[in-house]
């Protein structure tokens, strides 16, 4: 599905990624782990096509086209999400506005009047389980996006958003970092519904919290911005007990 | 084409005569037309280049009985600038000005029946001269700077409403201005009062074509509020990028009276203004919110003169600006609190966001007061380059347009959300309409 070719990404004049390759099979839940500024976000970030990340050499392909230069809207509509490690707060911008819009993206649909009430209404139709399962009343799809949120209600707004789109593949950075363990739990729960829907998930952590949660297909290792080792989950059990020394000597 | 004195003045003579204007406006414009070979630009304006030469300054337009008599691409104008149709008749009052001639102008007998007078001046000038020579250049005069004196020295078009004692109009009344020859200069004049408890709502848009090349927009709005009145003045302007846009504004509020001035600017190629609100009676308030949105090589040289010439009176100017290319928006506030103003205060709150690396922005306050007992403050923020917001929703899907749609307005929201709903609603399509325009 995703497959990422001597990867070299650049920012601010400083090369990052410096030759990542990286195979993604559809379908499966593959983790990328890595030492803090080891590349991880970089990558994500390249992928979902951040324009001041610059990608200087080799390609991205997803289900087998070149997107290296796509625009990231064009990426989105090819079916890559990304959930944010730090998501941004946009002012002024209504949260159930905003996800009938990501709805309406999707689908064609939209709701029957700009009216609130009608927009509420769309909204809870669409994603009612969803909003139930993350913990989300009513009253908070009249907040802002991001704005004032805690950092688990960020990490679960960013699994909504994934939700309101149906990704084919949904990148996710570090989305159990800074959040309880009521929140990381439901977080695993619907990560493991969206592979049950046919999402491929890509998870970058370097706390591993939500190894427990899910069926690991694969895991890759990052070090100074090349993965230098791919394994199954006795990779990764081997590093949580030795740590990252095993693999990059 | 070269623009002699001896050429302005029969231009002044020519549209006085074909508007049949009484000696004393005749006069004026003359006397106008003479200074303005005197006078400098207006001291915030004094780096804007304008090529008087090149510009045509009256341009009547056919007049139409019905609204649809009027030219296909008005009516297209017109509902760009977010008016639909329908909503146009249910306006208490509205008037529709293309280059220098009102071609369509409609007010309710209702409004009549309160003994408002809400008309195109020309026709107030024939029919209440007395009252309209009252207000006339009251508030800003030709002499003041060159920008001023070619103003009345060949104005034409524009608004006059009074709302007599303790009326409240229940209905905004609307004026639509639009430019359409090319090259031309329109300078409409409007002078709104509000007598003592009054109450009434403005609302003026402004719009050019994108095909058109040269245009110069130099207006003046002149607004008086007596004791207790309430004015509320909202502007939309979308200009396309080849306007300069120089207009003059002045408002004086009497004891306990209101003005809010809400300004939606959008586009232009260079707009310099500063509207001057003095706070003359005890008690009394001004609001003035603007927002501006620049693009390309577009530049706003925003601002706003408040001047608190009595005890207890309050202001507070609101700025948000948008900046996206290498368009560049500055703001310069200045609120004056003079001796004597005691239990005064002052507000001025200036907030931009730049959508690209090369956008700028500045702001630059100028707070005084000679008064112990009175507050004054001020607080801006310049937000840093939007890229990961835009980034952000780009990688829902969005379209780069979508997204900065949604930046803007949800930037412009807090202020938005204070204007009654179908005219927020009227701002957000014009914004909408402007990033439509990139």
């Known amino acids: ?249 | 084409m070269s623009l002699t004195e001896e050429f302005l003045v029969s231009k002044a003579r020519q549209i006085s005569k074909e508007l049949g204007e009484p000696d004393w406006l005749r006069e004026v414009r003359e006397r106008s037309a003479r200074l303005f070979f005197k006078l400098d630009m207006p001291e915030h304006a004094r780096h804007v280049k304008v090529d008087f030469e090149s510009l045509e300054y009256f341009s009547p337009a056919e007049k139409a009985e019905k609204l649809e008599e009027l030219p296909q691409e008005i009516r297209e104008t017109l509902e760009a600038l977010g008016i639909p149709e329908e909503e146009m008749e249910m306006l208490a009052g509205m008037q529709v000005q293309v280059d220098s001639s009102i071609v369509y102008q409609t007010f309710s007998d209702q409004l009549r029946s309160l003994g408002v007078i809400a008309m195109p001046i020309d026709r107030a000038i024939r029919e209440h001269e007395d009252l309209v020579r009252s207000y006339f250049a009251r508030l800003a005069g030709p002499e003041e700077n060159k920008i001023l004196a070619l103003h009345y020295a060949l104005w034409a078009g524009g608004t006059f409403i009074y709302v007599p004692e303790g009326v409240e109009v229940p209905f905004p009344i609307s004026a639509l201005f639009v430019m359409r020859s090319l090259p031309i200069a329109q300078a409409d004049h409007t002078i709104v009062v509000a007598e003592e408890g009054a109450k009434v709502h403005y609302i003026e848009g402004c719009s050019a074509p994108s095909y058109i090349r040269e245009a110069l927009h130099y207006g003046v709005t002149e607004v008086w509020a007596y004791p207790g009145a309430e004015v509320r003045i909202t502007t939309m302007q979308n200009w396309a990028n080849h306007v300069i846009n120089l207009p003059t504004k002045r408002g004086v509020a009497m004891s306990r009276a209101k003005i809010e001035w809400v300004e939606s600017l959008m586009g232009s190629k260079h707009t310099a203004v500063r509207p001057v609100i003095h706070l003359r009676g005890e008690g009394s308030s001004a609001r003035n919110v603007g927002l501006s949105f620049v693009k390309g090589e577009e530049r706003h040289d925003a601002g706003v003169v408040i001047r608190h010439l009595a005890p207890n009176t309050k202001s507070q100017v609101i700025s948000k600006s948008v900046a996206k290319d290498r368009g560049s928006t500055n703001f310069y506030g200045k609120v004056e609190i003079v001796q004597g103003a005691k239990g005064s205060s002052g507000f001025v709150q200036c907030d931009s966001l730049l959508l690209s690396p090369e956008a700028s922005s500045e702001t630059i306050p100028a707070l005084r007061s000679d008064e112990i007992d009175s507050e004054l403050g001020h607080e801006a923020y310049v937000g840093k380059v939007a890229e990961d917001k835009l980034f952000y929703l780009m990688s829902r899907g969005l379209s780069e347009e979508e997204a900065i749609t949604m930046i803007v307005l949800g930037f412009f929201e807090p202020v938005v959300r204070d204007i009654p709903f179908e005219y927020a609603n009227e701002i957000k399509k014009l914004i909408e309409l402007s990033i439509k325009g990139m």
């Open chain 1, 1 to 249: 599905m995703l497959r990422l070719e001597g990867l070299r990404v650049r920012v601010e004049d400083r090369e990052i990624i410096k030759g990542a390759n990286l195979e993604v099979q559809g379908r499966q839940v593959h983790l990328i782990i890595g030492p803090n500024g080891s590349g991880k976000s970089t990558l994500a970030l390249a992928v979902a096509g951040h324009p001041a990340y610059e990608v200087v050499g080799g390609k991205i392909f997803f289900e087998g086209r070149d997107i290296t230069s796509l625009p990231p809207d064009e990426r989105a509509r090819r079916g890559i999400f990304l959930a944010f490690q730090n998501p941004v707060e946009i002012e002024g911008l209504n949260m159930v506005d905003y996800l009938a819009k990501l709805i309406e993206k999707r689908t064609g649909e939209k709701p029957l009047t700009p009216l609130r009430e009608h927009v509420v209404e769309f909204v809870t139709e669409k994603l009612g389980p969803y909003l139930e399962a993350l913990g989300f009343n009513e009253g908070f799809l009249d907040r802002e996006i991001n704005v004032g949120f805690s950092g688990g209600e960020k990490k679960k707004f960013e699994i909504l958003q994934m939700f309101a789109l149906r990704p084919k593949l949904a990148i996710l950075d570090e989305p159990d970092s800074g959040v309880d363990v009521d929140s990381l739990n439901i977080i695993g729960r619907l990560l493991d519904r969206a592979l049950q829907e046919g999402i491929t998930l890509l998870l970058i952590t370097h706390t591993g919290g939500l190894y427990r949660h899910l069926k690991v297909d694969r895991v890759h290792v990052m070090y100074d911005g090349r993965i230098v080792a791919s394994g199954g989950g006795d990779l990764f059990e081997r590093i949580q007990e030795s740590g990252f020394e095993v693999v990059i000597r």
